[in-house]
């Protein structure tokens, strides 16, 4: 590894385990105890992306309460990503990824309870701070738990776990909404969520990254910048970007942001040493996250309601229909992360970014009121691939871009601008969408669609020139 130049990336080295005597697991135990966690919440995503037509109608929601019903999980989520890695390394990963399986669980039964919208919306702002506990975390412990010669091959299977659970969500979200109502989305993660806990705690050793001490001043800053930088996001498409609240949230984020990154240059114990980034790999492999998430979830939040809204289907027939996108990244990410050291990091994540604007470009042009499902399957088998091979080399890359005690922060930061690409995905090509259609008609609709499923191709190909910079894995 070259962590000042960033020129190449080598196998992961093992991180440090807390003292005291180290337990042997089975690898598919280990899997199981990172990859349930992990699971669920992939699931849950693509769940109520499917039952958002449906609960829009049973709960009266507007087009801004769908968006919030998915930001208010990725406003905390994305906020507190950095800090939960940072108590993590500190408190313990493990202890930590047990707090966040057990929040994330009791707020999917708060969230199967609400009867409001805004109930709905505070429920899954604490399923997002769960979840922020349970996805760094969950790959930081799988890199400490496995030997340095199955680590690639455990993380492109964790990635098909991540798979998994995309492939299932728009399926196992449709079935439940037609043959019982949107409230069981929630209610099925709650028995998920004690058996990964259990799991867990069995299996699961302890391990803390390398700083000895907190940085309280670090975890206000870059929560309440991320926090502030979301959520003006988010507002900006409905309450305007030049007037209002919108400036004010996105100045006092980006002077938060500011203020913690010199805050960390100063800092003799930062919660994010800023010479990560004279990794090259890490650099470039976070630019991609971004456009890569804002791109495609942006694109996949209108998408998941094109064949309620405007062909009439049910949510079980609308989720069959994704399945040759999303059931894809199931069966490519584990292929990815076995035949990624014969292949290249990079050039997977380069073909991952192609096939994926390719997709989606061929169903922004494509996509018309009365579009046959023919015209549409081969576009979303390519997004699939292409979501497939970016899933576990973006991984990869983002830990052996690092040390072995680096891998926590590492991850947490990843995640953090994946869900900030996320939510300004959703705003950006939501606002796209008010602009040119909305929800008047079907030839509404689809004229709202097309340009942001445009925009979003757009972003992707140029996440594909990212990555084309990124250093070749030797």
Known sequence: MNNNQGETVTTLAPATPHPGRRRTRPLGLVLAAVGIPTFMGSLDNLVVSTALPVIRTELGASLTDLQWFVNAYTLPFAAFLLTAAALGDRIGRRRMFLAGIALFTAASAGAALATEPWQL?????????????????????????VPDRLRNTAVGIWGGITGLGVALGP??????????TWNWIFWVNVPIGVIALALAAVVLEESRGGARRLDPLGLVLSAGGMLLLIWGVVDGPE??????????????????????????????TPMLPLRLFRSRGFSLVNAVTLTFSAGAFGAVFLLAQFFQVVQGLSPLEAGLRTLPWTA??????????????????????????????????WIGLATTTDVTYGRLV??????????????????????????????????GTNNTI??????AGVAALSSIFSTYGGYAGHQDFVDGLTPAVLTGAAVIAAGAVVAAFLPRRT
């Open 418 to 423: 994946r869900e900030f690409g996320v939510a």
């Open 328 to 361: 894809a990244p199931m069966i490519v990410a584990p292929l990815a992360g076995i035949f990624g050291a014969r292949l290249g990091i990079r050039n997977l994540i380069v073909a991952g970014q192609l096939f994926l604007a390719a997709g989606l470009l």
């Open 378 to 411: 081969v576009a979303f088998a390519l997004a699939g691939i292409g979501m497939g091979l970016t899933f576990a080399p973006v991984s990869t890359m983002t830990l052996a871009s690092v040390s072995a005690d680096q891998r926590g922060v590492a991850s």
């Open 239 to 268: 309450h305007g970007w030049t007037t209002g609240r919108v400036p004010v949230m996105l100045g006092g984020g980006l002077a938060l942001i500011a203020g913690f990154l010199f805050w960390q240059s100063r800092n003799s």
């Open 121 to 145: 919306t505070a429920a899954r702002a604490v399923q997002g701070i769960g979840g922020a506990a349970v996805t760094p975390l969950s790959l930081t412990l799988l890199a400490a738990a």
């Open 171 to 180: 399926v196992v979200g449709g079935a439940v909404v037609d043959g019982l």
